[in-house]
């Protein structure tokens, strides 16, 4: 367990692919190849900072974020949206465009001041239901309660019953939809969970 650093950006947009590919089918567009691009340039655009990876045998496997109210989830760019094109062609870029601005709002509210806030957390689909999750969710949890958090939060697209069911495992808690109705009619409809910290 380690922090991301600026060499692990290529294998993290291999990773937030295949989190968008699994929880959000259709946000991106196009090959795969141009999908992995895309997310590469997604990550390269935000700060870093708040990411851990998990490395095993000198490959990394997983990674996960940690946001707070001090230290916010960082917003992409509209720099990194408009160089979609580029990567993927006009017409995927633009039905990505739609998918990645439904994924914007999606984003839940930041944490309360006595909570953290876990996101961008993905397992490489290689190496799923080995361990690696689970130690990513609780190096960070870890460091939440170091910072003196008494909760962890997340939030979940409501279709992905396998994220909540591992999420309940460890002990998470449904607290309700992310967003009233009418905005569920533009976002991506998901969950909040939370688990208090000891």
Do not use: C, W
């Not at 239901?129 to 910072?147: D, F, M, N, S």
């Amino acid at each position: 367990m380690r922090p991301a650093g600026a060499g692990d950006v290529g294998v993290l947009g291999r990773l937030i692919a295949q989190l968008y590919d699994f929880e959000l089918p259709g946000m991106l567009r196009g090959e795969v190849a141009a999908r992995v691009e895309a997310g590469r340039r997604l990550v390269a655009a935000t700060p870093l900072g708040g990411r851990f990876v998990v490395v095993r045998d000198g490959v990394v496997v997983a990674t996960g974020s940690l946001a707070t109210r001090d230290a916010p989830r960082p917003s992409t760019p509209p720099s990194a949206l408009l160089a979609l094109p580029s990567v993927m062609g006009a017409r995927d870029a633009a039905l990505s465009l739609v998918g990645v601005l439904r994924g914007i709002l999606t984003i839940a509210a930041p944490p309360a001041a006595d909570e953290a806030q876990l996101h961008s957390v993905v397992v490489d689909d290689r190496v799923r239901g080995q361990g690696a999750g689970l130690r990513i969710v609780r190096h960070l949890e870890g460091l939440a309660a170091a910072a003196g958090k008494r909760r962890t939060v997340l939030q979940v697209v409501a279709s992905n019953t396998g994220a909540r069911a591992f999420y309940r495992a460890l002990g998470y808690e449904e607290t309700g939809p992310a967003h009233g109705r009418l905005r569920n009619t533009v976002a991506f409809p998901s969950v909040l969970m939370s688990r208090p910290l000891a």
